[in-house]
């Protein structure tokens, strides 16, 4: 499986973008699917995880109720809709599928997308 990430950019504070992840192959339906961050110098942090059917999601506590994840499997992709965007928020993110154990660790996903650049400006 091949992963593509999009849709990152330079935003103000308290405005919206919304990421991609397409996946290549005809498995995707069947992988749960995550989106991950990582700030300079920081790990890389569990931010959204989403069930292969699309019926099951899961946040950080840092952006429940800012951000909702979403799949479409007749489109392979996976998105990362962030509202209400804060500085905190600036990271490249990653979007990851299929994790072997907890959804919550980066380390348990089998691939990964190459990442796209958020940056929130004040």
């Known amino acids: 499986v091949q992963l593509q990430a999009s849709g990152g950019g330079l935003v103000q504070a308290g405005g919206s973008l919304r990421l991609s992840c397409t996946a290549s192959?005809?498995?995707?339906?069947?992988?749960?699917m995550g989106w991950f961050r990582q700030a300079p110098g920081k790990e890389r942090d569990f931010v959204a995880v989403?069930?292969?059917?699309?019926?099951?999601?899961r946040y950080a506590d840092s952006v429940k109720g800012r951000f909702t994840i979403s799949r479409d499997n007749a489109k392979n992709t996976v998105y990362l809709q962030m509202n209400s965007l804060e500085r905190e928020d600036t990271a490249v993110y990653y979007c990851?599928?299929?994790?072997?154990?907890?959804?919550?660790?980066?380390?348990?996903?089998?691939?990964w997308g190459q990442g796209t650049q958020v940056t929130v400006s004040s």
């Open positions: 989403i069930s292969a059917s699309g019926g099951t999601t």
């Open positions: 990851a599928a299929d994790p072997n154990g907890s959804v919550y660790a980066p380390g348990n996903y089998a691939y």
């Open positions: 192959g005809r498995t995707f339906s069947s992988y749960n």
